[in-house]
């Protein structure tokens, strides 16, 4: 992208923003993992006291370690975990809630969001599987968790396309009509 994808934005607010106002409507506490750009993207953060900032030191090893950098910080009481990504900013608060509720009406360790039968995020993660996630090879991502046995996930079919919707390069934010990063912004 070549620049922060937390701090790219939609109309007056961050990815980040965006985002966490999006889970908190179904969460009690977030968890915000930071990695590249730390300084930038922590004083983006909202101030709120439910959200808690880590820093993911091995950022470069890819997507899990910031999720396993995220479960060590997870309260004791917490049954579960919501994953959400910042590329995914246009996810509803209604999807973030019904996952929630498929997890709580299901009792599945593991809830993935879908659209037109295409796995997304959020996905949740029950307390029962973060010993499986923390020993998960880094290259693999949680994936691997998700796909070693499909009896115990259940899939919330949503008609939001935010869930599939992976911003990752400027084109992609032109094509849903967003604006692209600011120029001249060095990594």
Partial sequence: MGFPKPLLRIDDETFLARAAATLLSAVERLIVVTGAHRERVEAAVPQTSRIVV?????WPLGQLSSIKTGLVAVSADADGVVVHLADHPL?????????VEKYRQTGKPIAVARHTGHRGHPVL?????????????DDQGARVVVNADPERVVYLDVDDAGVILDLDTPAD????GLAPPPEGYRK
């Fill in 125 to 137: 993660f029950d307390r029962s599987v973060f010993g499986e996630i923390l020993e998960a090879p």
């Fill in 173 to 176: 934010l032109v094509k849903v």
């Fill in 91 to 99: 996810v509803r608060p209604e999807t973030i809630q019904g996952i």
């Fill in 54 to 58: 880590v820093h993911n030191a091995n």
